[in-house]
């Protein structure tokens, strides 16, 4: 090869890395297939014999979540995402708003449940599965519609070979509700699959 045709393909090669861009990343999408608001303790006139433990109230428009001096609640949603947890990258869940606007910040904690195996027609605070520690903490800013995509990477790659998963939602010191698949505005996933 002569020199300046050597040179030519050498001054080409940037050309041709910059010619193809590295693939666009590719997201999958999924909603909750099932949800809850699981009572802790609170008012519960309306439970059964007036016991938090005995309220079962998924298949509802709201769900809420609640860490307050008057009452204790939590939201349990389940997934089936289209992978099993080891063929995650990454992920992050959309909820699609609260009911009221919250005049103070507050946190939401994100906690793994220990199991799925469980039906949101029946499940309450005596048969909802055990939580693990929270793995995400969240500020919510005064006056916020809803939360940004949050990044719960660990509750995705914690899902079994048929992708199920469930965690829990707690809002610290405040009384926040959200929206429930049964309202129409499902919570959504946003997988990057390995």
Same mark, same amino acid.
């Given at each position: 090869?002569?020199?300046?045709?050597?040179?030519?393909?050498?001054?080409?090669?940037?050309?041709?890395a910059t010619a193809?861009?590295?693939?666009?990343? %590719?997201?999958?999408?999924?909603?909750?297939?099932?949800?809850?608001?699981?009572?802790? =303790?609170?008012?519960? @006139?309306?439970?059964?014999?007036? %016991?938090?433990?005995?309220?079962?109230?998924?298949?509802?428009?709201?769900? &809420?979540?609640?860490? @307050?001096?008057?009452?204790?609640?939590?939201?349990?949603?389940?997934? %089936?995402?289209?992978?099993?947890?080891?063929? &995650?990258?990454?992920? =992050?869940?959309?909820?699609?708003?609260?009911?009221?606007?919250?005049?103070?910040?507050?946190? &939401?904690?994100?906690?793994?449940?220990?199991?799925?195996?469980?039906?949101?027609?029946? &499940?309450?605070?005596?048969?909802?599965?055990?939580?693990?520690?929270?793995?995400?903490?969240?500020?919510?800013?005064?006056?916020?519609?809803?939360?940004?995509?949050?990044?719960? @990477?660990?509750?995705?790659?914690?899902?079994?070979?048929?992708?199920?998963?469930?965690?829990?939602?707690?809002?610290?010191? %405040?009384?926040?509700?959200?929206?429930?698949?049964?309202s129409g505005n499902?919570?959504?996933?946003?997988?990057?699959?390995?």
């Amino acid at each position: 090869m002569h020199f300046p045709t050597c040179l030519h393909a050498l001054l080409a090669l940037p050309i041709l890395a910059t010619a193809h861009p590295a693939p666009a990343t %590719e997201y999958t999408y999924t909603t909750v297939v099932k949800d809850a608001t699981i009572i802790r =303790s609170g008012n519960c @006139t309306d439970c059964p014999s007036g %016991e938090c433990n005995q309220c079962t109230l998924g298949l509802k428009d709201t769900l &809420v979540a609640s860490a @307050t001096n008057e009452e204790e609640s939590q939201i349990l949603v389940g997934f %089936e995402q289209p992978m099993p947890g080891w063929a &995650v990258k990454s992920c =992050s869940i959309l909820f699609p708003g609260f009911g009221d606007l919250l005049p103070n910040e507050f946190e &939401v904690t994100f906690a793994l449940a220990l199991s799925s195996d469980w039906d949101e027609a029946t &499940v309450n605070g005596d048969n909802a599965p055990p939580s693990a520690p929270p793995f995400k903490t969240v500020t919510v800013p005064p006056l916020t519609r809803s939360m940004d995509y949050v990044d719960i @990477t660990p509750a995705c790659r914690s899902a079994d070979t048929d992708g199920r998963f469930s965690m829990y939602l707690t809002a610290l010191s %405040e009384h926040a509700e959200i929206w429930g698949k049964d309202s129409g505005n499902a919570a959504m996933l946003k997988i990057v699959p390995l």
